[in-house]
């Protein structure tokens, strides 16, 4: 049976941002897998490094924030399970 690292280590989340302009791929434990810049949106940047960028940043917060979210609810279910007192 995997601990719960290993389980939140094989789980997938994908962000996106600016519809789909900017997808990325974190996993329970806060690490990257893929970030993906749709050809549309930087063809629509033309230039514009800044929107771009900013538009990563809100999809890698956003994913970071999911992430943490989810490893949060599983280690609270295995916590609960174990009845241990105060958690």
Same mark, same amino acid.
């Given at each position: 049976?995997? +601990?719960?690292?290993?389980? !939140?280590g094989e789980?997938? $989340?994908?962000?996106? /941002?600016?519809?789909? #302009?900017?997808?990325? &791929?974190? +996993?329970?434990?806060?690490? !990257?897998?893929?970030?993906? $810049?749709?050809?549309? /949106?930087?063809?629509? #940047?033309?230039?514009? &490094?800044?929107?771009?960028?900013?538009? !990563?940043?809100?999809?890698?917060?956003?994913?970071?924030?999911?992430?943490?979210?989810?490893?949060?609810?599983?280690?609270?279910?295995?916590?609960?399970?174990?009845?241990?007192?105060?958690?």
């Amino acid at each position: 049976e995997q +601990d719960a690292g290993e389980q !939140l280590g094989e789980e997938r $989340i994908t962000v996106s /941002a600016g519809g789909d #302009a900017v997808k990325v &791929v974190i +996993d329970g434990k806060q690490r !990257l897998h893929q970030i993906v $810049i749709s050809p549309d /949106a930087l063809a629509a #940047a033309r230039g514009d &490094v800044e929107m771009l960028q900013d538009l !990563l940043v809100a999809a890698v917060n956003s994913a970071i924030e999911q992430s943490q979210t989810l490893a949060a609810e599983r280690l609270q279910g295995l916590t609960g399970s174990l009845g241990l007192p105060g958690m």
